[in-house]
């Protein structure tokens, strides 16, 4: 009985294997909360495995409007697919010209997340009711 030949192994290179991940950046002011929240988001095995999310924290503080205008700048790189904001606005007082921040996303198609009066209770909100100030 003769030796076997295995079948000989395809060399060329196999492409677009993977499925492009989106690409989402998100805007916040604050530097610890938001971003520890949002990156447990990517690490959520449905957010991990087809989105790339970049978090950027403005240094300007409590103003609403920049974050509006720096998503606004960078939702015009092509590598970018959806851009965010993260505010509170700190009810009843609110932020000078939130309405015009509101406006200007909605025009730019920007996504925001207000969270009113701020975002530490929404936090809190996912594992207790809470209804006292």
Known sequence: MGARRTKAKDLRRRTAIRPERKTIVVFCEGEASEPDYINGLKRLPTIRGN?????????????????????????????????????????????????????????????????????????????TDQTAF
């Open 51 to 127: 989105t790339a999310i970049n978090i950027e924290v403005a240094t300007e503080r409590g103003v609403p409007l920049t974050l509006v205008q720096l998503a606004i700048d960078r939702a015009t790189d092509d590598e970018v697919d959806e851009c965010w904001c993260v505010f509170d606005v700190e009810w009843p007082k609110n932020h000078p010209n939130l309405k015009r921040a509101i406006a200007l996303a909605n025009d730019h198609g920007i996504h925001l997340v207000v969270s009113n009066p701020c975002f530490e209770l929404w936090l809190l909100l996912h594992f």
